[in-house]
């Protein structure tokens, strides 16, 4: 009977190992709290809510169910010892009710044995020793055949993990109600039907006796009928299936090793406690005082667990609850992070941490929150009455006004080379450049600013001119560019600051300088040259 209880198992587990490998795995880890399909439908208006912000907590996902096979052992502990081993097996079906807790309904089917190695004389007329006609000693013995049926609730003790996103090895405490069923009997009589009472006595079974040769010699003498039913209380408990039923109460506690995504083994111990004295055939106690002790039986075993359900995750106490925050804080995702807001005491636009002046409202400031001094003469704009003022005009007043030299040749000889006529070089004094970002002909507000100064001292000096001068003329493009970049500043002053196109000498692709620079320079006396020059390759001309 025991090898074909066997068998049956055997072939059970290799169906679900079967099965389960066939089965699309998924990863292992945590799992993405946008995914929908997981989330059953009863509780999508929370995992909108949450998607669109209007929520903080993440729906609970669809989780697989457990379920597993358990083989091991069961002994009982009454007033017979109990021997080893005693075969046990049982199934579980297990569901997450959260992350922590867990509800599992467990059946359990077993076979309890024991020996007592010290002689008795007592047991009552309700005994089966008795009444097969036992006057001398005997040696308690028992096989008492259990089922029982629980619902426990589950507890996870290391799931919830803040230095790992996850682990393999689950460990968990239990405890549930339920009923159980038992038989006990006894091993009165031999193959034959009669007692073992003359067999008994010759057994040296007293406390100087060794118990290893005692029992030895009671298990040469005992076979393995265990034909008489025990003592039992009969119609007074109810029954099930001819068998004494007693509701039961179990805990105990296991640890679960993670294979992958879909199996686990685990080992446990239960204890379960029956409000009964009766599970080993022996009531009172081995001297024969009334004292009543209830039995009890625990059942150590070995699972094989498999999970199953589609559009699932993992059973979640698999998972850490923290992997969704701890992962959102380090990656944001869902998070709404609010804008930051930087000082800015004075309201330039350059923040506090970068500001090295606190410069009063509408104030023109450069980058570093500076007040601006265009024409460089030490009266910051917002205070410069002569916004532009040439360099040979300065140094200027407190109101940023200088004051220029007289521009002839017999009031200002220095002025002048050779006395012959008006050195504009000189007198336009050193003339800022214009630097465009590289490959571009876009002119920037500060180049902007430096053309106006320009202007400004052309229109002190209307008798001069200015040279504009582009360089690099290695291939196509830098002819090219470097024709845009002159024909940029002379149209912007030209058109922007209303200068007339005579007064400029137009020069490109001249060697010895930067590509992405233009120079300005006064016309030295007598120097002539065209204002207007065609494209080079005007199908390379740059807006």
Known sequence: MVSKKYTLLAVF???????????????????????????????????????????????????????????????????????????????????ALGYVFSLRLEYMNGTAKGLQWKQSSFYSTATPWFKEGYTGVIYNNYKTKMQDLTIQGVFNLNNIRFYKSKSSVNFYVFGGLGGMTYEAKNNVLDDAGNTYQADFASIPGNVYADRKDTKDAVKDVLDDSYESVAEEQGDARPKLFDDTFKPAGVFGGGVAFKINSRWNISLEDRVTFVKDDLLDGQQWSEQGTLTRDYDSYNYLSLGVNFNLGKNSVEPLWWLNPLDYAYSEIRNPRLMRLPKPVLPDADGDGVTDQFDQEQTPAGVPVDSKGVSRDTDGDGVPDSKDKELITPTHCQPVDADGVGKCPCPTCENCPDLCKGGGGIDCSTKLGAMPSVSFKKGSNSLSKDNE????????????????????????????????????????????????????????IFKYGEEGGDCDTVDLRGAAEGEEGPNTVAPPHPNLRKN
């Not at 290799?14 to 880890?29: D, E, H, P």
């Not at 291939?475 to 002159?486: G, R």
């Open 13 to 95: 587990l290799c169906l679900m190992a079967s099965y389960g490998f066939a089965q699309q795995v998924k990863s292992t880890g945590g799992y993405d709290v946008s995914d929908s399909s997981v989330i059953p439908s009863k509780r999508m208006p929370q995992h909108t809510e949450f998607l669109n912000g209007t929520s903080n907590f993440p729906a609970k996902p669809r989780n697989q169910w457990e379920i597993g096979l358990r083989i091991g052992a069961v002994t009982i502990s009454g007033d017979i010892p109990a021997t080893f081993p005693t075969p046990g097996f049982g199934l579980t079906v297990r569901k």
């Open 449 to 504: 600013a430096v053309l106006a100064n320009v202007a400004s001292r052309l229109r002190n000096n209307p008798e001069c001119k200015v040279v504009v001068v582009g360089y690099c003329a290695s291939n196509k493009k830098e002819q090219q560019l470097s024709w845009d970049h002159v024909n940029k500043v002379i149209t912007y002053l030209i058109e922007k600051e209303g200068i007339s196109a005579d007064r400029f």
